[in-house]
């Protein structure tokens, strides 16, 4: 595995076709509104549906300023490894700050979803929390295998994406946070997504969030 590091790299933000959110500071804020912050609840479901366990080298997929990353670190302690990446280099510039401030060892790096700059099977459990619905669908697709490529056999995918709220309000605030045209992406139709590209065992379903479903895949083994 790569070595781990806290670091924020200096290069400009690599080009793709997703969407990439580049106003840090009030994503942060916002997001720790919505409860999505280190060790929050939602965090911590998000961690203990994914199974990840002492031991575990875990990576989070376009990991923001990096709270769900943080709070897998502490899932698997201190014989395991947790990884953010992002295509924003502001984002990773917070996710580092933070992570320094709560004196971490995740590792933060600028990459993409559609190249993943880590070896094949590197991560026992990959997880992804709201970003699918920022992807056009080939680029999902291009992502999608690339996460089978660095799982290891029998690796777990966990990725929570919107389900849109009932309630008004709540669905009036995560609009405003993504924008109304992203809360039309469906997390549903990312399952047959992860068939197609070669995972197994697929389970999808509802969470303890009101604005969050999942869907998961395992690598098969050989």
């Excluded at 895949?217 to 050989?222: L, R, V």
């Amino acid at each position: 595995m790569h070595r781990l590091r806290n670091e924020p790299t200096t290069k400009s933000g690599p080009e793709t076709t997703g969407i990439t959110i580049h106003w840090a500071p009030v994503y942060d804020i916002m997001t720790g509104l919505m409860g999505l912050g280190v060790d929050r609840p939602n965090s911590r479901m998000v961690c203990e549906m994914a199974g990840i366990k002492p031991g575990d080298k875990v990576l989070d997929l376009g990991c923001g300023t990096g709270n769900l990353t943080l709070t897998a670190e502490k899932y698997t302690g201190s014989s395991g490894a947790a990884c953010g990446l992002d295509a924003a280099p502001e984002m990773i510039a917070v996710a580092c700050e933070k992570a320094r401030r709560l004196g971490s060892q995740a590792a933060f790096e600028v990459g993409l979803i559609e190249q993943i700059d880590y070896p094949a099977g590197t991560f026992d459990v990959i997880i992804s929390r709201l970003v699918m619905h920022h992807l056009p669908e080939d680029l999902k697709r291009q992502g999608l295998a690339e996460m089978l490529r660095v799982l290891k056999p029998g690796g777990l995918l966990f990725l929570a994406d919107f389900n849109r709220p009932a309630n008004p309000l709540l669905a009036h605030v995560t609009s405003i946070l993504v924008g109304q045209h992203m809360m039309q992406a469906s997390v549903w139709d990312i399952s047959p997504m992860l068939k197609d590209a070669g995972f197994v065992e697929l389970a999808s379903g509802l969470t303890r969030s009101a604005y969050l479903a999942f869907v998961s895949g395992k690598k098969p083994m050989p």
